[in-house]
């Protein structure tokens, strides 16, 4: 195995912990049989399922990534177009 694979599983063991599925089955027969409990109080799987989401939230917000950005990073000239949007529905502007 690749050594980057590795250290991809390893990532996604972090983000979905052993037993997850088991807990948040659990977590759904409690709260059929009445718990008042949220799933991230209950279980500690849970719990980093849904920082790992939060994260990922707050980290996405409207930042290019990936392959959008790594083209804006290498565009050049791009801000100097003689190109406007036409704002009034003109065709000579």
Known sequence: MPYTELLNWFEFFERRPI????????????????????PEQTFNSLKIISEKRQEKLQNDRAVPRGRILELMLKAKGGDGSKWKPNFNGNKND
Not at 19 to 34: C, I, N, S, V
């Open 19 to 38: 037993g997850w599925r088991e807990d948040y089955r659990t977590y759904l027969t409690l709260k059929a049989a009445g718990a008042k409990v949220s």
